[in-house]
């Protein structure tokens, strides 16, 4: 049942309101026509996105949000959200002078480039709406283990435009959100029905409320304002709202920014019997009243997020005017609209700020409506300082390979699990692991067998209870540390995102691990980038890899994950061919995870049984971290080497032996991280060109004993530029080996050879450097 609170001061939230639209127009006309501009180009901003979102913020953030609330701001109205906290004192006039300018406020909230508490980033629309219903179940976990105390439980609101419900992973991340009866969650949308191109489909209202409440959601829609319900009771007034009802959204928008005569006309021409309400009115009051959308009437906003406070998940749906209050209230165009010079000094003079005075926060009130806001924003209960990060949280244990002497890298990660899982400890205890319906198969079931899944109430195993045989003995319950999930790889990296934020949202880092065929990772790529854009930690364990899972065939043999682990910032890619490489490397992980400098790490593993090499010491050890070792160290002055990653491995060592009688001194250099090697290299040519050259980087004191003419042969299951870019290091030839094209099913033998990655490839790889 909606329950009702004591109305609040809605004088002064409307007067607040009113500052908040001032504030975010001002502050995107400055940067575009006031400050000065280095190149000439659009600073731009959305002042029409801005002044739609005005009411429904000054209801949340300065009435209906507590301290533990988080909130996704749309990314447009970016500008409103830095006004608010302008307006508490925890933003600077100097941030917001300097939008979207080196240094200052960004275009869109951002949690790691903003100085204001930026609880969720947004910008790639859709994704930060969809992250507030897996932080939800982030907090019911929390709650569930024992991590945070119930009393301390938030509200995740998500506020977005109504053209975001075109994103589709909106309605993957709806679909999980049903699976695990998430609650305490509010999406709000700015029911505006304008987007950049095109005015909002009218058909599509209805299917909005459909499908949410199929999914188990509350759906509150908020349309009619105060003064408009007060009109339909008036003579002419079901004639109105009759009218109003059935408006297409254009014809709704074009009447908006035509005005009151223009409504007048349409009334009488298509509902006549609304003539004396129209009479009752001048133009200035029409268009007042049929303005009044309840997404603009404090009071009915007001209303209707007090009537919500349990923990059902509620879509509001919130009419209101793109560009509300603005010249170009309802124009198609004003998406990306800027005012001008004059349009700016007409809302000034509207808004009773006095030229010179336009970042006063109080600018326009009188000494008692200032006095009331003042109190009103100072009993804001909303965080106000961006919450310190947890480091550090948990010892992280020396990670034993499993034993044996053919192994695969994505069986032995399972067991490494499975080991921590049965030792237990704090590492293992805040481990939570996550997979889009592959935890089998990515050899998480030893780790679910040991800790179990995750679920608010108990599930019992239906098939152990009927006594049938079965490997996978998974019960839920609160205390389970496995998330299942659907097969969507996009709400896996949002998971993985919300997991890897627990320390920054709640206060209490956890560790997560997500598993994902190695070519699906492009299908949830923005996710996985929105994860390391907030500097979610996590780690990403991507199986089986490249043509070595033969006969699956090229719809599942990766090619180009090495290159997009390349390019990813806040990302360290690791590769390792054998199991000693890989228990060292989860253990860096680890530390990455929960390091000040740390980051987010991306195993690529095989289901590719190999011999296991012995070692005589553990030298390799800090090379492998680092990104590459020697596993045959080249002659001073070698003319050659061969330079390999991953699972290519015994080819690499196959060709090392048939070549190294003819090439005395061949070096065998053993990748553990293309992506870290290049970063040291670009890091120290960056230092060079500042006159801050430094050591030299790992990857050039690795090919440095070589001799400047030596040849390389690079050679990965994966795309081949993954590697080449080695040559430019020293300027060495290189020969680069490697899959350029889709695989197809057969035996590893036939791949290896047809797509040149046997032992006669590099052979003649290297012939050929010669040879030219």
């Not at 219903?133 to 119930?150: E, I, K, N, R, T």
């Not at 854009?533 to 090495?562: C, K, W």
Request: charged share 20%; aromatic share 8%.
């Amino acid at each position: 049942m909606l329950k009702k609170t004591a109305t609040p001061d809605i004088e002064a939230l409307t007067l607040i309101e009113e500052r908040l639209r001032w504030l975010a127009s001002w502050t995107i006309h400055n940067a575009n026509h006031i400050r000065e501009s280095a190149d000439g180009l659009k600073v731009g901003g959305h002042q029409a996105s801005c002044a739609s979102m005005t009411a429904i913020m000054a209801a949340l953030y300065f009435h209906a949000l507590g301290p533990n609330d988080k909130v996704a701001v749309k990314p447009h109205a970016g500008p409103v959200l830095h006004a608010a906290h302008y307006l508490m004192g925890s933003q600077s006039r100097e941030q917001l002078e300097n939008f979207r300018g080196f240094g200052g406020m960004q275009s869109y909230p951002s949690r790691t480039k903003d100085r204001i508490p930026v609880d969720f980033s947004t910008g790639s629309v859709g994704l930060g709406v969809a992250v507030t219903a897996f932080a939800s179940l982030v907090q019911d976990y929390l709650v569930a283990h024992g991590l945070m105390d119930p009393a301390d439980i938030g509200r995740m609101v998500a506020l977005m435009g109504d053209a975001e419900l075109d994103e589709g992973n909106i309605y993957e991340c709806l679909i999980e959100a049903a699976k695990h009866d998430i609650r305490n969650c509010w999406w709000i949308v700015d029911y505006n029905r304008q987007s950049l191109d095109a005015t909002t489909a009218d058909r599509m209202f209805r299917r909005f409320d459909e499908i949410f409440a199929a999914c188990g959601w509350r759906v509150v829609t908020l349309k009619y304002g105060k003064a408009m319900e007060a009109a339909f009771s008036e003579p002419g007034g079901e004639a109105l709202k009759a009218w109003i009802d059935a408006a297409p959204n254009a014809d709704y928008a074009a009447l908006t920014y035509l005005g009151g005569a223009a409504w007048r006309e349409r009334l009488l021409k298509d509902a006549p019997e609304t003539k004396p309400l129209l009479d009752a009115r001048d133009d200035e009051a029409l268009q007042a009243l049929m303005t009044n959308l309840a997404g603009h009437d404090m009071a009915s906003l007001v209303e209707a997020f007090d009537a919500a406070k349990d923990d059902v998940p509620t879509l509001f749906i919130a009419y209101t005017i793109k560009g509300y209050g603005l010249p170009f209230a309802g124009h198609k165009d004003n998406h990306a609209g800027l005012m001008n010079p004059g349009q700016i000094a007409a809302l000034r003079e509207q808004m009773g700020v006095v030229e010179g005075d336009e970042w006063e926060p109080w600018a326009g009130l009188g000494g008692n409506s200032a006095e009331a806001v003042r109190a009103l924003v100072e009993s804001s209960r909303v965080a106000r300082e961006k919450r310190s990060r947890p480091w550090n949280v948990a010892d992280v244990p020396s990670i034993a390979p499993p034993p044996g002497d053919e192994q695969s890298t994505q069986a032995a990660f399972g067991r490494i699990l499975n080991d921590l899982a049965k030792a237990g400890g704090p590492l293992a205890d805040r481990i939570v692991t996550t997979s889009p319906d592959v935890t089998v198969s990515t050899n998480l079931g030893g780790f679910v067998n040991q800790r179990g899944l995750f679920r608010r109430q108990e599930l019992a195993d239906v098939f152990a209870a009927a006594k049938i045989p079965s490997a996978q003995k998974w019960a839920g319950r609160p205390a389970g540390q496995h998330i299942e999930l659907g097969i969507a790889e996009n709400n896996l990296f949002l998971m993985l995102a919300a997991l890897g934020l627990a320390g920054d949202l709640f206060g209490e880092r956890l560790f997560p691990i997500g598993t994902v065929y190695d070519p699906f990772i492009a299908r949830g790529l923005d996710a996985l980038n929105y994860a390391c854009y907030q500097d979610a930690r996590f780690m990403l364990v991507a199986t089986p890899s490249g043509l070595t899972l033969g006969p699956e065939g090229g719809a599942h043999q990766s090619i180009n994950p090495p290159l997009i682990a390349l390019g990813q910032p806040g990302l360290r890619h690791y590769e390792p061919a054998f199991v000693d490489e890989l228990a060292l490397l989860m253990e860096e992980g680890f530390r990455l995870m929960q390091c000040v400098d740390g980051e987010s790490v991306y195993f690529r593993l095989t289901t590719r049984t190999i011999h296991q090499i012995e070692r005589s010491d553990d030298s390799w050890k800090e090379g492998a971290v680092a990104g590459g070792y020697w596993l045959r160290e080249p002659a001073p002055g070698a003319e050659a080497a061969i330079v390999y990653s991953g699972a290519i491995a015994p080819e690499a060592l196959a060709a090392w032996e048939a070549l190294s009688e003819d090439l005395p001194g061949l070096g065998l250099l053993a990748v553990t991280s293309p992506d870290l090697l290049h970063r040291g290299w670009s890091a120290r040519q960056t230092a060079r060109w500042s006159g801050r050259p430094g050591e030299p980087s790992h990857v050039e004191k690795l090919l440095g004993s070589l001799s400047r003419d030596a040849g390389l042969v690079t050679l990965i299951d994966g795309a081949p530029a993954s590697l080449s870019w080695i040559g430019g290091v020293m300027g060495h030839k290189v020969s680069p080996l490697g899959v350029d094209r889709f695989g197809q099913t057969g035996n590893l033998p036939d791949l290896y050879r047809a797509y040149r990655l046997d032992v006669d490839a590099v052979v003649e790889a290297a012939a050929e450097l010669f040879l030219a």
